[in-house]
């Protein structure tokens, strides 16, 4: 009974606020999550978002990979067992990344590499062809292309740039 009572005093004070108190108070919280901190260089937003890409990319990718590594049979093909072993060691790495978003970012840099660079060098020729459509490339040209362009979103550029090409010196 008395946490009905003090919850109605709670929602009866929200409602003595003027819509222009209210639009401040959201505002102000929107403000406050997408504010880069200026200890961390990055903002409270862009770290759930780094985390959401580390925890997806650990579940995702992880399930996928780990389940074929332990229903594989018969003996691995050496290029398919890299694969599968670079994507395995990436998926067990994003969890770190859950931990340590910011420390963890060289692992999102190694993937929008690879993806990067298979899409210039296997998706473009054949693009320019007219070999792409159809072709065993086809699915891989549009994962590629959607990773790189989450990546894109996702990595904190300045961040990068601040640590990691030009870093201050201490």
């Not at 504010?35 to 978002?49: A, E, P, Y």
Request: aromatic share 12%; proline share 5%.
């Amino acid at each position: 009974m008395i946490s009905i009572i003090s919850s109605n005093k709670k929602q009866d004070k929200e409602l003595e606020l003027t819509p222009q108190q209210r639009q401040k108070q959201s505002e102000f919280s929107i403000k406050n999550i997408l504010k880069v901190d200026q200890t961390i260089g990055v903002s409270k937003f862009r770290i759930c978002l780094l985390r959401i890409f580390y925890a997806l990319a650990t579940v995702l990718l992880g399930f996928q990979v780990w389940t074929e590594i332990f229903t594989h049979k018969g003996v691995w093909e050496p290029l398919p067992a890299v694969a599968y072993s670079f994507w395995a060691a990436f998926s067990a790495l994003a969890i770190l990344g859950l931990l340590h978003p910011l420390k963890m970012i060289p692992l999102l840099l190694v993937q929008f590499s690879y993806k990067l660079i298979w899409l210039i060098i296997v998706a473009y020729p054949l693009w320019s062809a007219n070999q792409l459509t159809d072709s065993v490339a086809q699915g891989l040209t549009k994962a590629n292309s959607i990773g790189v362009v989450l990546d894109l979103l996702v990595i904190p550029w300045s961040y990068v740039f601040n640590n990691y090409v030009l870093p201050k010196e201490k």
